[in-house]
């Protein structure tokens, strides 16, 4: 593998406290400080003038569909979509057809991760049997095959004793447990946010106070037990002053945004769009603006994109049976700049950090610095650029974006993985 | 100014002239309907589809009475006989409806938005027969019709919408055209059923029966659908008729020349008491006949006719 000058970049590594146009150099696929005269004429040398260069994105929420739903995702377009989006490190959900619910399952997906994928992509189990809620998974063996955390993502664990086991036993292997937050029986038969648009609308509404109630008992059960729960994409303003609260108490919570609950809002669904449909679901304006302070203050600790391919042909419904969920990785960084540095003025460096340094560090993974010593995951990016994103020309098996024809600021240009390009030009490079 | 669109979706996207070629246009129909010979040949040669995903019996043969009226052919599709039973898409199902020549389509669908989601898919018109909770088009502009044969303008007239508002479509068209014509609109019904959140369409919620009914000149009956609330939104159908069925006392607390309205299917003891239901200020069955009127100014505006041309002379 050939050295590597990344030159003239204004180079943001929040973890380093770095924010300095300079240049990065790169030797056996780890960060280094300098190169010698000799290696610096040997490098292949990337001109990033005017770029910025940060840490490799991190997303601790994906849906990669594999096993069993490969037509509308893989592990390999899934990474594809990752690199293209400035990710270099990636955390895939087990709700897949099987659950990955058991050691097998979990071998089979690090097989194909070996085998396809062009980033870091680590997977998660299941906190039970077949995300059923009922009994435990072998939380044991799935921490041996390799999951960074458990979590039933996309149903919700509904008993409290169940939960208080499930983090008391995961905690003996300093395994994280992500939830999302949804009280099932105020929900049923649910398709967007309660109030005042979906009574417009005539939709059935999914209220907060079903997130906020478990976002409660999570606090509850964390505090009680001392074990780590991580919130997965908290959508609700109540639930952002339980986690405030819930952590001046010193509660082991972490919890994260996605880019669409920071950019928009349940007004967006007035034409039934099911690209607009997710779970939880898109909120009121009030509910945005909280989620956006809970970023600035801290409450919320990183941002994710919950990616979540579905085909065409399963999108293309009834509001009422289309499936939940829109990808994102492709768009998140630019969103994700749109709303919080130009609206909202966030500092650069803070954004990256919470794209980084921040979503690595809930789980432990090893990612998210550009330290001398570390691997080189690194994301090229230009700020400013305009570009139009066409959602069917991308890299996902899907194409069910709320931003699909819109023209998004800041693109990504080029993606390193252990100091190998993956992503430039537009195009994945060949493993 | 003439008419424009092409289908007839939603009330609320309807502009108030719009709503008044809608009642001008059925005002000339209803007179043809009062002749020996009913039938008018202005759709003649047309063939409309009536595509009811969810039973109905009222609205699906108003429209039929209405197409046939106009001299247009009728082809009824229902949930139980579309290949819909089959997987098959609501998409593949209009899209073969479109490719075996139809003209139009009613749609009647229990999930709110898809009428708005096949006029995005098809060339032909669409007309909205109810779409889940969400809207009623032609119920709304029925029963503001039968509003104003009683009682001319709407404008600051107060009207009551009494019973299940939360999963009632027909509540939402009328809201959007009470609202547009003027009228002084409440709503009453059990909390559970009338959220806060509908004043955001410029209505008065109140859970207060006897003040919400008093002078009120119209009050509009909606069926509880005990069905579809899983006796979790009000506790027994004896308790909410205990507190909210309209007896005689509590038709005395109305405006002494009010009219009673029901879209139906009446529930006779529970919403209503049978007497009233059947009453000299029951308009019930008006509701009914003029919803052929109705539907078929819609059908003929929605097809290209122009209001000036429909003459009740000849």
Same mark, same amino acid.
């Given at each position: 593998m050939p050295s590597l000058w990344i030159k003239n970049a204004r180079i943001v590594d929040p973890a380093a406290k770095r924010d300095a146009v300079g240049d990065l150099f790169i030797v056996d696929g780890k960060i280094v400080a300098s190169l010698s005269a000799a290696a610096k004429k040997r490098a292949k040398k990337i001109d990033a003038r005017g770029l910025v260069a940060c840490p490799g994105l991190v997303d601790i929420h994906v849906h990669f569909r594999e096993p069993g739903q490969t037509h509308k995702e893989t592990i390999a377009t899934g990474s594809h979509c990752a690199a293209a989006g400035g990710f270099t490190t990636v955390v895939c959900m087990p709700n897949t057809s099987p659950p990955a619910d058991n050691a097998g399952t979990i071998q089979y997906i690090n097989d194909a991760i070996r085998r396809d994928a062009v980033v870091k992509v680590y997977p998660t189990g299941c906190i039970t049997v077949g995300l059923k809620g009922q009994a435990l998974a072998p939380i044991g063996s799935l921490k041996r095959a390799g999951v960074v955390a458990i979590t039933d993502d996309g149903d919700c664990v509904q008993s409290n004793e169940l939960m208080r086991r499930a983090i008391e036993y995961a905690k003996m292997f300093d395994l994280p447990v992500m939830d999302h937050c949804q009280d099932a029986s105020m929900t049923q038969g649910a398709v967007m946010n309660e109030g005042v648009m979906s009574t417009r609308l005539g939709l059935r509404g999914w209220p907060n106070a079903a997130e906020d109630l478990i976002v409660a008992r999570n606090v509850v059960l964390s505090e009680y037990t001392g074990a780590h729960i991580h919130l997965q994409h908290i959508s609700s303003k109540f639930s952002i002053d339980v986690i405030r609260r819930g952590k001046s108490r010193g509660a082991r919570i972490t919890a994260e945004a996605t880019p669409h609950h920071i950019a928009l809002?349940?007004?967006?669904?007035a034409g039934y769009d099911t690209n607009f449909k997710m779970n939880p679901p898109l909120r009121t304006e009030s509910d945005r603006r909280a989620i956006i302070a809970g970023l600035r203050d801290g409450t919320l600790d990183c941002i994710n994109t919950d990616h979540a391919p579905h085909t065409d042909y399963e999108k293309d419904k009834e509001f009422d049976y289309a499936p939940n969920g829109i990808i994102g990785l492709e768009t998140s960084l630019a969103v994700t700049l749109d709303v919080l540095v130009r609206q909202n003025k966030f500092k650069l460096a803070h954004v990256i950090d919470l794209m980084t340094r921040k979503p690595a560090a809930i789980l432990g993974l090893p990612a998210g610095t550009l330290a001398v010593g570390a691997a080189a995951d690194i994301c090229l990016f230009d700020p400013n650029e305009q570009w139009l994103y066409d959602a069917k020309a991308g890299f996902s098996k899907s194409s069910n974006s709320p931003w699909h024809g819109q023209t998004l600021t800041g693109r990504v240009k080029t993606t390193i993985v252990d100091g190998r390009v993956v992503f430039e030009n537009g195009k994945i490079s060949s493993r | 100014m003439p008419w424009t669109r092409r289908h007839l979706l939603t009330i609320e996207e309807l502009s108030l002239a719009e709503i008044e070629q809608i009642h001008t246009t059925a005002s000339a129909f209803k007179q043809i309907l009062?002749?020996?010979? =009913? =039938?008018?040949?202005?759709?003649?040669g047309k063939t409309i589809v009536n595509l009811f995903l969810e039973p109905s019996t009222r609205t699906r043969m108003a429209f039929d009475m209405a197409a046939k009226r106009l001299s247009a052919d009728v082809i009824a599709v229902e949930a139980s006989s579309s290949s819909t039973t089959k997987g098959e898409t609501l998409r593949d199902t209009a899209e073969n409806i479109q490719a075996l020549q139809a003209d139009m389509i009613v749609i009647r669908h229990s999930a709110a938005g898809s009428p708005l989601y096949l006029s995005r898919l098809l060339d032909i018109p669409v007309i909205n027969a109810g779409d889940g909770a969400h809207e009623h088009p032609t119920q709304g502009l029925l029963d503001t019709f039968t509003m104003k044969e009683h009682l001319g303008s709407l404008k600051g007239r107060k009207v009551v919408i009494l019973g299940d508002i939360l999963f009632s479509r027909v509540a939402r068209s009328n809201i959007h055209a009470l609202t547009k014509l003027g009228a002084d609109v409440t709503l009453v019904g059990p909390s559970t059923l009338v959220p806060e959140w509908f004043t955001a369409m410029g209505v008065k919620v109140s859970y207060d029966l006897k003040s919400a009914l008093a002078d009120a000149e119209v009050v509009m009956l909606l069926r509880i659908q005990h069905e579809r609330q899983a006796s979790s939104h009000f506790p027994s159908i004896g308790e909410y008729t205990s507190m909210f069925g309209l007896n005689k006392t509590r038709a005395g607390w109305l405006n002494p020349k009010a009219i009673i309205m029901h879209p139906g299917p009446i529930n006779r003891g529970v919403e209503i008491d049978s007497e009233l239901a059947d009453?000299?200020?029951?308009v019930i069955l008006e509701q009914v006949t003029n919803g052929i009127a109705v539907r078929m100014a819609v059908l003929y505006l929605c097809a290209g006719g122009q209001p000036e041309n429909v003459t009740p002379a000849a």
């Open positions: 809002t349940d007004e967006c669904l | 009062g002749r020996s010979v =009913k =039938k008018v040949p202005a759709l003649r009453g000299e200020h029951s």
